[in-house]
């Protein structure tokens, strides 16, 4: 349920939910003993260190196993698992078996790794779930303890109630999907281990809702489809010189004047079925002149007016196309010399169906100059085409949604961001962001300082999801 992820959030937020939406519980609600027991389990996977610079997936990965055989999933059903080249960064795979062998299983998914969080910038300890004014904060609170948290409690409870799902259930607590280049369990699992994590879907973090200043639902979504991420070097070289003797040749310049070229340049209008399902949908809640305008894209992607009308607000532009953005800049190496080298970062978020290289391809053309050396950097997947809009997936969720939060307006999405989801909807699992999770305007702090979830969001969250899983775990293929 990562906020992380860039979402059409606040395309919404113009137009707040019927005055019959619920908002979610208040925390001074006592708990139920089943949210007691959970409140405990996600206590020490938050307060389990999973950073890439100090802590360890792997010793997560070993409390969750434990704890599900604790609760009656024998070893047979978990799965460890790590990269010797990388002992800290494992994780763990889940098999709770249905009654009937050849229904489809379903894939539970969370990554268990955090940003880094520094003690000294923080107000509180980022490594110690403090529970204050109705929320929980620490590092990874939200971002993405709170659903692997939600998953485990899931099957434990299950385990516990000797419950019989038709379908197999799964689940996948993964490492790395926090840091580009670093070693990725999802990745590893759908080129290692395809068989073992087999299912008809997977459900990860990625979709959510939003709420407003008074805490009121404004919209939920789930997340069908993201934009690839992908970084490129621009770099320019030439011999230098002294500064007293300066030369048309500059490579500051150079890649000054096609930083330039890349600012002035606008990607093409493109919509997936998600996101002119999603347009379709909010249509109507907006103002005229947006209706207007969404109206005319739909019909009209070349349409230069009304794409004008949208990408004022940060959100449309966001999905809209491919954008492009420089992040990172490099150049010179003395103060009274000419630049013999100048470097910098380009990072896009590519729409799907577009390759990396074609968008390489596409900046050397607008760049349209030979001394700028373009090329990419880590590529942390490939372009994943969007998951089909099943309604044996969106149906139930959309359904439930309904009873749990009524008059809160349901879209689909597709994240600007990305998340593990790219690995496996191209081996043939389509991963679905669903969550039940409503996040605050200012986005909770998630990668920032003072990371924290509503409690009555979360609780709220882990009904519905378990609530989710179960009537997944009856349906028929």
């Not at 919404?12 to 027991?37: C, I």
């Not at 880094?116 to 004014?133: G, H, I, M, Q």
């Not at 038709?166 to 281990?193: M, V």
């Not at 890349?262 to 002149?289: C, K, L, M, N």
Request: aromatic residues 6%; glycine residues 8%.
């Amino acid at each position: 349920m990562s906020v992380r992820s860039t979402f059409a959030f606040a395309l919404l937020s113009a137009t707040a939910a019927p005055a019959l939406a619920q908002a979610p519980a208040t925390a001074a609600k006592p708990l139920r003993p089943d949210q007691v027991e959970f409140r405990a389990l996600y206590k020490q996977l938050v307060e389990t260190n999973t950073t890439l610079s100090s802590g360890s997936c792997t010793l997560a990965a070993e409390r969750m196993a434990a704890y599900l055989k604790n609760a009656g999933i024998p070893d047979s059903g978990l799965h460890l698992f790590a990269d010797p080249a990388h002992p800290k960064e494992g994780g763990l795979v889940v098999v709770y078996p249905g009654r009937q062998a050849t229904a489809r299983p379903v894939l539970m998914l969370a990554h268990i790794d955090t940003v880094e969080a520094k003690r000294e910038d923080w107000t509180r300890d980022p490594f110690t779930l403090v529970e204050e004014n109705g929320n929980f904060y620490a590092r990874g609170s939200a971002d993405d303890k709170a659903m692997a948290s939600i998953w485990v409690d899931t099957l434990a409870r299950m385990a516990r109630e000797k419950y019989k799902p038709r379908r197999t259930l799964k689940l996948a607590l993964t490492c790395g999907e926090e840091t580009s280049g670093a070693f990725n369990g999802a990745e590893y699992l759908a080129k290692n281990q395809r068989a073992l994590i087999d299912a008809a879907f997977a459900v990860n973090e990625g979709g959510g809702g939003k709420l407003d200043e008074n805490g009121k639902p404004l919209f939920l979504g789930i997340q069908v489809g993201e934009k690839l991420s992908q970084n490129y070097t621009l770099e320019v070289t030439n011999p230098g010189g002294h500064s007293s003797r300066p030369v048309p040749d500059n490579a500051i310049y150079h890649l000054a004047h096609a930083l330039t070229a890349i600012e002035g340049y606008r990607f093409p209008v493109a919509f997936s079925a998600t996101t002119r399902d999603f347009y379709t949908r909010v249509a109507p809640t907006r103002a005229p002149d947006q209706r207007a305008a969404i109206t005319a894209l739909l019909a009209n992607p070349q349409d230069e007016a009304a794409r004008a009308v949208l990408e004022k607000d940060p959100d449309n532009n966001a999905i809209l196309h491919t954008n492009c953005v420089a992040t990172m800049l490099d150049a010179g190496h003395a103060t009274n010399a000419l630049p013999q080298r100048a470097r910098a970062n380009v990072n896009c978020r590519i729409f799907p169906g577009t390759s990396a290289e074609e968008v390489r391809q596409t900046l050397a053309k607008v760049i349209n100059d030979p001394k700028v050396a373009i090329s990419l950097r880590e590529v942390r997947n490939a372009p994943a085409p969007p998951p089909p809009l099943d309604p044996k997936v969106l149906g139930p969720a959309e359904t439930l949604a309904k009873q749990m939060f009524p008059g809160v307006p349901l879209v689909r999405i597709m994240s600007a961001g990305a998340t593990d989801g790219a690995f496996l909807t191209p081996v043939g699992i389509p991963t679905y962001g669903i969550s039940g999770y409503f996040g605050d305007p200012d986005g909770n702090g998630v990668h920032g300082l003072n990371e924290r979830v509503r409690a009555s969001v979360l609780y709220n969250s882990r009904d519905y999801l378990q609530r989710l899983i179960r009537v997944y775990a009856e349906q028929a293929d």
